[in-house]
């Protein structure tokens, strides 16, 4: 079945430097979204994505859907301790569902 | 709109105890959507209605697991008999339509011992 990876796991960076966590599917993919979650929160969509190289940006987050439509990425510049939390990426294959990756935890330090 | 709202936000049980996890989708939503969230699996979605009616449960664990929407503003996800691997934090979404953003609800955080 369909699989989605995310990389890395964790990362902790110095807050002002950038991030960007990696979604990869085995799968040609029909859309993706992007969710944040918050330490002892829940998922919050922030947003979806659909056409081949499409890029979009959500103030400092640049969000990317690769040409194959089999990966994607969420880059954050300048990150700031607001952007603590696990980010998500999850995949559908022209059906109803999303196959989540297993998120990336961000940490920023101070 | 309250959001989606799940009930009860943590729930501790014993073993071999029944358990059922209660959501109210947003009004007007056809979807919804039960994960279970770990640290191990991840966010793996268990089951999905459209329109009170479920379309795939193939996520359901066991037999153990049901799940029910009788209506377009209430749906259940019970556990007969519970055990402590089922211990996890069981969400509830909503979206307008299929492959559209889903609205989270707060959680349960079962917990099983």
């Known amino acids: 079945g369909q699989q989605v990876m995310q990389i890395p796991q964790y990362q902790h960076v110095q807050e002002g430097e950038d991030f960007t966590t990696y979604c990869n599917s085995s799968?040609?993919?029909?859309?993706i979204q992007w969710y944040k979650q918050r330490p002892g929160g829940h998922p919050v969509f922030l947003i979806q994505?659909?056409?081949?190289?499409e890029v979009k940006k959500q103030k400092r987050l640049t969000f990317q859907f690769g040409e194959a439509k089999k990966n994607s990425s969420l880059h954050i510049t300048a990150t700031q301790t607001t952007d603590v939390g696990t980010y998500f990426c999850?995949?559908?294959?022209?059906?109803?569902?999303?196959?989540f990756g297993k998120g990336t935890k961000l940490s920023v330090i101070p | 709109d309250a959001g989606v709202i799940q009930s009860p936000r943590h729930e501790v049980t014993e073993m071999g105890q029944e358990v059922t996890l209660r959501c109210k989708p947003i009004?007007?939503?056809?979807?919804l959507f039960w994960y279970r969230q770990t640290m191990m699996r991840g966010l793996e979605l268990l089951i999905y209605?459209?329109?009170?009616?479920?379309?795939?449960d193939s996520g359901m664990p066991e037999d153990r697991f049901s799940a029910k929407m009788p209506n377009a503003s209430f749906s259940t996800l019970k556990i007969q008999p519970s055990e402590p691997r089922d211990s996890a934090v069981y969400f509830c979404?909503?979206?307008?339509?299929?492959?559209?953003?889903?609205?989270f609800g707060q959680g349960t955080r079962l917990t099983v011992v």
């Open positions: 994505l659909v056409k081949s190289g």
């Open positions: 979404a909503s979206s307008l339509a299929r492959a559209t953003e889903a609205f």
């Open positions: 009004s007007g939503h056809n979807s």
């Open positions: 799968t040609t993919l029909s859309n």
């Open positions: 209605f459209n329109n009170n009616v479920p379309i795939d």
């Open positions: 999850g995949g559908g294959a022209g059906s109803y569902q999303l196959t």
